[in-house]
């Protein structure tokens, strides 16, 4: 099949790599001049790394190499992703500098109109998948005076438009948020700054990359059973005494990492303790402390604004400002907005788009993979984790077996009850911190299961023990998408329809 794929990060890569080895004709589409996404450098700031240590934040058949550090940087990032491009002959698939403008029904494919150098084209494709970012569009508040903030001379950037530290020096800034974005920032900003303020809208736990300085968060978090310590929607297994009897002692472990941190952050000593208790890290964006974060407040060059907002940008004085709700009045040469992102699908027809979202906006895909109704339409990287990179795969695995039609699936009214309740569960679980229904934290391994488990495959139990006390490695599933190879290599060719008899039986690999 001629298949276009939307975004050339992580998600459009991995897909691009592993339709091509089951024999499709690929295009990849991206606006930027170069692989990456996230990581590319039109969106890098400065003193970006991995929150997940490179073995995690891995493809399962291309180990990030020996030679980086644990958590790598954005720049080390984008040529690990620039290396897979090159291992698995994916360039000459890639259509950079290119923007997807709109994709619409066309017989049973999709007409993809794309821009690059200014001029409009038109093609024709048998599917398309949507791996246009989750975190890609940023998403700026509307301040009141930003007009006489900027006439002042004032610079609004989102944290993702802000690439070279020097636009920070001997300046006044202000970076609004408190998520992994705010903290990353805030530390490179505060190393050549006048002075820097964090507005932080609320307080949120983090986990430190070194729990007590010492043990690497992965040794507890990046395994299934710091995945289990959070209940998902069904339990097996372990996970039912977790929750049953051993419910004192699974929110004790969860918890002692709570006062771990903060002991190793001084929260207490410097007014920045969360409200709950570290469990409730569930409740909202769960990331990692940034290295240097606390030491900066303690040292006096980061000063934390806690539970408040800009209500107004403008002027003190002829100088750029900020107005936050207490009255406070901060000098403000530069605001960078690390506020998050907009999730969103722009180049999708009305009568598409009103197919993929539930009354509250979610997106409603089954398995974070599938739209309801909309056949020959895919998405990947709706299922950001710890491990994106290895959900995004085995979601590629996915959509290869359905367009080879090798997927046995329920009725669309079973999907579609099985997407609305887990759409009900995350928002009970997260507090509806799930990006409208796109990220999967911290249920990544759930997810990896389940999508495998449609596929009938599955790794070997004495490895997924051994991931229940050891961090779970993605290389642990590189035989995963050779298996799917394989199969549809034995298949005589796609049935038109998947007869519901013929359903996998599951093989370990
Ligand atoms: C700063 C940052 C750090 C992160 N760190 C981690 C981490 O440590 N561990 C982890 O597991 N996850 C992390 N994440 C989550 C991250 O989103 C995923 O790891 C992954 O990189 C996302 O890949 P993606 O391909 O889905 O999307 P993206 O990387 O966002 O790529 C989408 C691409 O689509 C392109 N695109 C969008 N619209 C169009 C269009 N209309 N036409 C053409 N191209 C288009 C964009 O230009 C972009 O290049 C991080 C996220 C951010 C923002
Ligand atoms: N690898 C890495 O190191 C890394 C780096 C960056 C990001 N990421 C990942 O990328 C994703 C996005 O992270 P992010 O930090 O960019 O965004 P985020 O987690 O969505 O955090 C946004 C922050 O901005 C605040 N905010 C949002 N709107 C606001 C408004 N109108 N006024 C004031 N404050 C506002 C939020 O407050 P509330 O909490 O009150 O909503 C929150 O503190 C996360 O999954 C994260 O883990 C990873």
Redesign the pocket.
């Known amino acids: 099949m001629r298949v276009a794929i939307?975004?050339?990060?992580?998600?459009?890569l991995t897909t691009a790599k592993v339709l091509t080895q089951a024999g499709h004709d690929v295009e990849v589409?991206?606006?930027?001049p170069d692989v990456?996404?996230?990581?590319?450098r039109t969106r890098r700031y400065p003193g970006?790394t991995?929150?997940?240590p490179k073995t995690q934040?891995s493809f399962s058949d291309h180990p990030m190499p020996r030679d980086l550090p644990e958590w790598p940087t954005g720049a080390q990032v984008q040529r690990y992703l620039e290396s897979y491009v090159t291992e698995f002959g994916l360039s000459a698939c890639l259509r950079l500098e290119?923007?997807?403008e709109s994709v619409v029904r066309d017989g049973d494919g999709w007409a993809v109109t794309s821009r690059a150098n200014g001029k409009a084209s038109t093609a024709t494709y048998d599917r398309v998948v949507v791996?246009?970012?989750?975190?890609?569009e940023p998403s700026i508040p509307g301040f009141a005076g930003r007009e006489e903030f900027v006439a002042a001379g004032g610079r609004l950037l989102a944290g993702c438009e802000f690439h070279d530290v020097e636009d920070a020096r001997d300046k006044h800034v202000l970076v609004v948020g408190y998520g992994k974005?705010a903290c990353d920032v805030a530390v490179a900003i505060s190393e050549v700054a006048a002075r820097t303020d964090v507005i932080a809208r609320q307080m949120v736990w983090k986990l430190p990359r070194k729990i007590g300085g010492l043990l690497n968060f992965k040794m507890l978090m990046l395994t299934r059973l710091g995945e289990a310590l959070f209940r998902y929607r069904r339990l097996r297994g372990f996970e039912k005494f977790l929750h049953g009897p051993g419910n004192r002692l699974r929110r004790a472990m969860l918890n002692s990492v709570g006062s771990v941190s903060v002991r190793q952050f001084g929260l207490n000593r410097h007014g920045l303790l969360p409200r709950g208790r570290m469990e409730d890290i569930v409740k909202g964006a769960i990331g990692l402390a940034t290295e240097g974060f606390f030491e900066g407040v303690a040292g006096g060059s980061i000063h934390v604004h806690r539970d408040t907002t800009i209500t107004r940008l403008g002027t003190d004085g002829g100088r750029p400002s900020a107005e936050l709700a207490d009255g406070t009045v901060l000098p403000a040469d530069l605001v960078v907005c690390a506020t998050g992102f907009t999730q969103g699908v722009p180049?999708l027809d009305g009568g598409v788009q009103r197919q993929l979202f539930d009354e509250r906006g979610n997106f409603m895909l089954y398995r974070q993979i599938q739209p309801l109704g909309v056949p020959g339409l895919y998405f990947n990287?709706y299922n950001?984790?710890?491990?994106?990179p290895l959900n995004?795969e085995m979601a590629a695995v996915w959509i290869a077996a359905d367009l080879a039609g090798a997927l046995t699936l329920p009725e669309e009214e079973t999907r579609r009850a099985d997407v609305v309740g887990q759409l009900a569960f995350m928002d009970e679980a997260t507090d509806t911190h799930h990006c409208r229904g796109t990220k999967i934290l911290p249920f990544s391994m759930h997810n990896v299961d389940e999508v495998l488990g449609d596929l009938g495959l599955q790794i070997g139990r004495r490895t997924r023990a051994a991931h229940w006390l050891g961090p779970i490695s993605p290389a642990a599933y590189r035989k995963v998408t050779p298996a799917l190879l394989d199969r549809l290599a034995e298949r005589p060719s796609p049935p038109a329809v998947t007869p519901l008899d013929s359903a996998p039986t599951s093989i370990a690999l």
């Open positions: 939307i975004g050339a990060g992580v998600a459009g589409f991206d606006r930027t990456g996404g996230v990581w590319s970006l991995t929150q997940s934040y290119t923007t997807v791996a246009n970012g989750v975190f890609c974005s180049f990287g950001s984790s710890f491990f994106s995004a």
